[in-house]
Nanobody, 124 residues
Framework: VQLQASGGGLVQAGGSLRLSCVVSGRTFSTYGMGWFRQAPGKEREFVAFISWSNSITYYPDSVKGRFTISRDNAKNTVYLQMNSLKPADTAVYYC??????????????????WGQGTLVTVSS
């Protein structure tokens, strides 16, 4: 299974970016998708989750109301729309896939496959 993340870049504070993550290779009947990020010198942190059916999404308070996760199962793609970006959002963003149809997954250990990361830099 390969996850290819893209869409990162440099943006001014208050701006927007949309990240994409394409899943290829072996397919699974159901899987949850998540986004995580890691800033320099910090641990990787959970950013967003979406269930297979799109019926469940979950965000930490740090991004709630600003970030939106969505997915297109026909395209095997998950998106992260990021609005009102802040310098604190600067990080490498990773998409991740967790097999099965379980509930909300916020722990990186609940994911089986990871993308390579895409850098988001927000200038002040």
């Amino acid at each position: 299974v390969q996850l290819q993340a893209s869409g990162g870049g440099l943006v001014q504070a208050g701006g927007s970016l949309r990240l994409s993550c394409v899943v290829s290779g072996r397919t699974f009947s159901t899987y949850g998708m998540g986004w995580f990020r890691q800033a320099p010198g910090k641990e990787r942190e959970f950013v967003a989750f979406i269930s297979w059916s799109n019926s469940i999404t979950y965000y930490p308070d740090s991004v709630k109301g600003r970030f939106t996760i969505s997915r297109d199962n026909a395209k095997n793609t998950v998106y992260l729309q990021m609005n009102s970006l802040k310098p604190a959002d600067t990080a490498v963003y990773y998409c991740a896939l967790g097999t099965g149809s379980y509930g909300v997954r916020t722990d990186e250990n609940q994911y089986n496959y990871w993308g390579q990361g895409t850098l988001v830099t927000v200038s002040s």
